[in-house]
Nanobody, 116 residues
Framework: VQLQASGGGLVQAGGSLRLSCAAS????????MGWYRQTPGNKREWVAS???????NHEDSVEGRFTISRDNAKNTVYLQMNSLKPEDTAVYSC???????????WGQGTQVTVSS
């Protein structure tokens, strides 16, 4: 399984970006997916997740600004990020959660930089 994240970039505070994470394989719809972020010297932190059935959860600091979604036909999970703040600057990675004996997988990350 390969996860390819894209969509990062440089944006001014208050702007928007949409991250995408495309997964290989034919069983994408079975797995919960998540977005995480990490800044230098800090632990990777959870941002949002979506279940196989489409139920979503978002970390408190992004609730109302970020929205995770998925398109099973395209094997892709998205993170729509609105009202971006400088503190959202990080490398964002996607994760396919494990299921039973199937292990988890991580994408390579995409840099998001928000200027003030």
């Amino acid at each position: 399984v390969q996860l390819q994240a894209s969509g990062g970039g440089l944006v001014q505070a208050g702007g928007s970006l949409r991250l995408s994470c495309a997964a290989s394989g034919s069983t994408f719809s079975r797995y919960a997916m998540g977005w995480y972020r990490q800044t230098p010297g800090n632990k990777r932190e959870w941002v949002a997740s979506i279940s196989s059935g489409g139920a979503t959860n978002h970390e408190d600091s992004v609730e109302g600004r970020f929205t995770i979604s998925r398109d099973n036909a395209k094997n892709t999970v998205y993170l729509q990020m609105n009202s971006l703040k400088p503190e959202d600057t990080a490398v964002y990675s996607c994760r396919r959660y494990g299921l039973g004996r199937d292990k988890e997988y991580w994408g390579q990350g995409t840099q998001v930089t928000v200027s003030s």
